[in-house]
């Protein structure tokens, strides 16, 4: 399996359960039960799954009223970008030594 195979997988799953993680936080403030702690939340979204949660976020109208979620979620999601892009754009170095 290559590298981008396994990120590519890695992003896919991680963005999905970050959806899944909000349509489930949303089902138990509903019934009243037992939910999923904020900081699982934002770690869902800062180890890559942003893009999910955030679609999460708005398709199940779930924390669209918490400024820490509202801001915070795109913010995250700017700072990846971001990071990718100086990844993709630094030099690379090669000695054969």
Known sequence: MDVITLLSSYFAAINLIGFALMGI????????????????????????????SIIGMYAFRHKTKHFSFVYGMPFIL????????AIMNAPVEISFI
């Open 78 to 85: 700017i700072l990846q970008i971001i990071l990718v892009a």
């Open 25 to 52: 936080d949303k089902h138990k403030a509903k019934k009243r039960a037992f939910r999923i702690p904020e900081a699982t939340l934002f770690i869902v979204a800062i180890i890559g799954g942003s893009i999910g």
